[in-house]
């Protein structure tokens, strides 16, 4: 499995739209990474 085993299961917020993980306004391509990143570990949704 790639990424280490790590999987990432969104099923739990499937009612959270792209505006509320990146906000409304432009963002470069590095903060899109780590807000997203930030949202799965906040919602606890990595698993190993």
Do not use: C, H, Q, R
Not at 4 to 18: D, K, P, R
Not at 22 to 41: Q, R, V
Request: charged share 20%.
């Amino acid at each position: 499995m790639p990424f280490g085993n790590y999987a990432i299961n969104f099923s739990s917020v499937a009612n959270v739209t792209l505006a509320e993980v990146f906000g409304t306004g432009d963002i470069k391509p590095s903060e899109m990474t780590k807000k997203l990143w930030a949202f799965i570990k906040s919602n606890n949704l990595g698993k190993k």
